[in-house]
Each structure stands twice: as structure tokens, then as C-alpha cells.
């Protein structure tokens, strides 16, 4: 297997950190999306959608979307066990990691996209809307501190998916819009420092 990567975009290293908890080394391949390599006719001809993170399987198969790529590594390294183990527990995870992702993963990406530098040639960026997107992050992370009090992980008492899109949508917002972990958010803190902690949280 090969892993289309770029170590700069945030869902490839949701894919990093899902292979590193089970202990998978994927080969992978950087198509720099700065430079427009996405958008080309070879790798379009890989993922018409034109984005990574794509996982190319042995027999040539490609398979894009990062929960798409989680899901299968999952069905073929089944423990450390990420997505559930029966029915209610795999809903109650995908419930989880549908929040993080849509309403805080998703808004800071779209935070970045409207205020960083680098977007400014790509799309017309709207500031205030940029703007409404960190303010709409900060009040979810408000949200998740309450979330996680009593318990030691977003989607229960260990280690999730749910964790690592929450992870990598604070990570990156951080990195690139100027959004603020604020310490007063005890819980919250807390889990980011366990979370931050894992080896994993390295790739």
C-alpha cells in the first residue's frame, strides 16, 4: 500500500495518525498541494476529486476520503480497536466523530481557507466570514470542554477516531488561524494533553 499524502493538509495526518495507532508504516508519496500537483491531470486520473489524502492498495485499487481510508485499515488491523467493536458502540463513535468533524474539523478548515495568505490566489476569501468560522470554533471547543467532563475521551473511556478528527481540527486551526486552546477550558485541556502525548500524535 501506498499513502498520497502532504504533510502540510490536515486530513492526510488524520490517516497518519489512525495508521500510527495501529502500527502501520504506510510508504507514502507528497503531492504538494501548494504548488497545484492535486490538480493534474495524472492525479486527477487517481482521485477526480483531486485531493488527499489517497490510499493506493496492492492491487492498484485507490481509495480517497479519509474515513473511507480509516474504515478499511480497520477492517484489515482490527485492534488497537478506533471505531467500535459492536453495533452500538461503532454508532456512538460515528456520532462522535461526525461532531468533531462537521462542526469543528470542517469549520476551522474553512477558517483557514478565508484568512490565511496562502489562500488568497486560490478563492475569494471573505474575511468576517473567516472571522465568524474562529469564533464558531471557539464556541464549539466551549462546548467540548463540557462534553468531556467526567469522561477521559471524546466518545467514552479510550481512544477514538472521534479523538483524532477533534485533534487535528484544533492542531490545525491553531497552526493557521490563529484559534486559542483557551487553559481556563480545563477538561478540554486536559484531554488535549493526553492526546498530544500519544506517539501517534507525532505523525
Partial sequence: MKLYDFTLAPNPRRVRIFAAEKG???PN???DLTQGKSRTPEFLAINPAGRVPVLQLDDGTYLAESNAIAHYL???HPEPNLCGRDALER???EMWERRMELDLF????????HLHPMNAQRLKQLKEYGNSQVAAVQTQLEWLDRQLKGKEFIAGPRFTIADI???VGIEFGVATAGIKVDPALADLTRWHRAVSSRPSAKA
Fill in 24 to 26: 502501520l508504516n504506510l
Fill in 29 to 31: 508519496e507528497q503531492v
Fill in 74 to 76: 480497520e477492517s484489515l
Fill in 91 to 93: 454508532a456512538r463513535i
Fill in 106 to 113: 470542517t469549520t476551522a478548515l474553512r477558517a483557514f481557507l
Fill in 165 to 167: 478528527t477533534a485533534f
